[in-house]
């Protein structure tokens, strides 16, 4: 995958965070200490606290309170749920919303949506700024994700949460500003942290992430691990699947993969299960029937090619498609 040089000339490095969170308290404050150590902090973080009942709400104030000129708190009415996947992203068009017209100004270069349970490495944000300032067309990346293998004890081992170089990490997902609008932004539905890198790299951009000491960051909740458990997140990736347009034997292959990778075996098979009684009970696929053509396409050769290669020819293949000054898709900031 691209790996650019780290020695181009510095340009607009203005960055927005627009943090979704609900009932943090218990990670929060790492995040929020790490994203202030950063070696190029950002110019704005906006929390956006979708009905907290834990100690959240105290928290946020207290950091808004130490530094008023960087943060944003946004609240939500609580809905007496988390409803992860599409309340997510609602939760980040209310923050994406409250800073709409200082994005449409040009004040900030990129935005990311990121999570607060997180612990990032002191040059996290520089060095995506650094990649994105060497290679124009990338849209989006990201670091990697490593877990605690005890979730319970956050100084034990860590394991890699094993992202596809092809995408950037939807804990993580930094941005162009001007790419984000030209791509739509995010669906409100689970899988919207791969969708929209497939959509990026149709049109010409690229999508990508890097596995390195300057880049890689503690997930300090297990991805796909759910507030109901394990079973039920990797179910719910399996329907992402299948909303995304993925086939049955892509979705096979990538099953019984992630079987060998922790939790072993329940993992892989929650996934498989839940594509195939979403497949069972005919539920809604994604609307964009070129987009989904485009990620079969995509799949099938990564099959049978490997990732690395499958990618490398589909972005060399859409190059032609680049043109930052398409007019920028609609997001659906309303909905």
């Known amino acids: 995958m691209l790996h650019p040089a780290d020695n181009a000339s510095v340009s607009n490095r203005a960055y927005a965070l627009i943090a979704p969170c609900r009932d943090e308290a218990r990670y929060m404050r790492v995040t929020l200490d790490t994203i202030l150590a950063q070696s190029v902090p950002p110019a704005l973080v906006v929390v956006v606290d979708d009905g907290s009942t834990d100690d959240t709400p105290k928290i946020l104030a207290e950091y808004a309170s130490k530094h008023p000129q960087k943060f944003l708190i946004v609240t ?119 969708i929209d890198c497939h959509r990026c790299r149709q049109l010409g951009w690229i999508a990508c992430s890097w596995d390195e000491p300057d880049l890689r960051f503690t997930h300090l909740r297990p991805m796909g691990s759910s507030h109901k458990g394990i079973f039920t997140g990797r179910m719910r990736h399996g329907f992402g699947q299948y909303f995304m347009g993925t086939t049955l034997a892509y979705m096979t292959a ?57 990618t490398a020819e589909v972005v060399e293949r859409q190059r032609s498609e680049w043109n930052p000054q398409r007019p920028a898709v609609a997001m659906p900031l309303d909905a």
């Open 76 to 194: 939500r009415a609580n809905r007496g749920k988390r409803k992860v996947g599409p309340g997510v992203i609602e939760a980040f068009y209310e923050g994406y919303r409250a800073i709409k017209d200082r994005l449409d100004a040009g004040e900030f270069a990129y935005v990311c949506k990121i999570d607060l349970d997180l612990s990032l490495p002191p040059r996290y944000f520089e060095t995506l700024m650094q990649r994105m300032e060497a290679e124009p067309r990338i849209a989006t990346c990201s670091g990697k994700a490593y877990m605690p293998t005890n979730p319970e004890d956050p100084n034990s081992p860590l394991v890699s949460e094993f992202l596809g170089d092809e995408t950037s990490a939807g804990m993580t997902k930094f941005y162009r500003v001007s790419a984000f609008k030209q791509v739509g932004g995010f669906v409100r539905q689970v899988m919207w942290d791969g």
């Open 254 to 310: 990538s099953a019984i993969f992630r079987m060998t990778k922790r939790p072993f075996l329940i993992g892989g098979a929650a996934m498989w299960w839940g594509f195939v009684r979403s497949m069972m009970k005919g539920e809604e696929r994604l609307n964009d029937p070129a987009l989904r053509e485009f990620i079969n396409k995509w799949q099938w050769a990564a099959l049978f090619k490997g990732k690395a290669r499958a």
